[in-house]
């Protein structure tokens, strides 16, 4: 039976498709999908979660209260591509663009895209406070991760 076949056989009467992700997912010939549990990178102003890295990289950056550490190094990507979506408090986003510092508040759902090769910093605008970010990007690896300072 082909996908469309399934989908009109599935169809009721108001029109909407009635079936299981799992069925979907083994017409296409692919795993259906699954709860992830998080890899934890702890870092010195708070931690990442990392949920998905293979085709592309989803985590969430937490910034905790009071961490000793109020950003990240100001750093660049050679290859990853990022989005970057405020899920809770303010992110100072620091950036160079033609050698000088620009700085931009970001706020509870604010996006800002990152392209390869522009280097960035991220820090929570009230250290008092936790800041919580989603990051989805291109496949994340440490050695594609170039460090200014």
């Given at each position: 039976m082909s996908l469309k076949?399934?989908?009109e056989a599935h169809r009721p009467m108001g029109g909407r498709v009635n079936l299981m992700t799992t069925e979907v997912a083994s017409?296409?010939?692919r795993p259906a999908g699954r709860i992830n549990t998080p890899d934890v990178v702890p870092k010195g102003w708070g931690a990442e979660y990392i949920y998905a890295n293979g085709e592309y990289c989803m985590k969430i950056l937490y910034?905790?209260?009071n961490a000793r550490v109020r950003h990240t190094s100001?750093?660049?990507?050679?290859q990853k591509h990022e989005t970057l979506l405020v899920l809770e408090g303010e992110?100072?986003?620091k950036y160079i663009v033609d050698k000088e510092v620009?700085?931009?508040?970001?706020?509870?759902g604010?996006?800002?895209?990152?392209?390869?090769?522009h280097p960035h910093r991220l820090q929570?605008?009230?250290?008092?406070?936790?800041?919580?970010?989603?990051?989805?990007?291109?496949h994340d690896d440490q050695a594609d991760s170039i460090r200014i300072d």
């Open positions: 076949d399934f989908l017409l296409l010939g910034f905790a209260a100001m750093h660049f990507h050679i992110l100072v986003l620009e700085t931009t508040v970001l706020h509870a604010t996006a800002w895209t990152v392209p390869p090769g929570s605008l009230d250290p008092s406070t936790p800041l919580i970010i989603m990051e989805t990007s291109t």
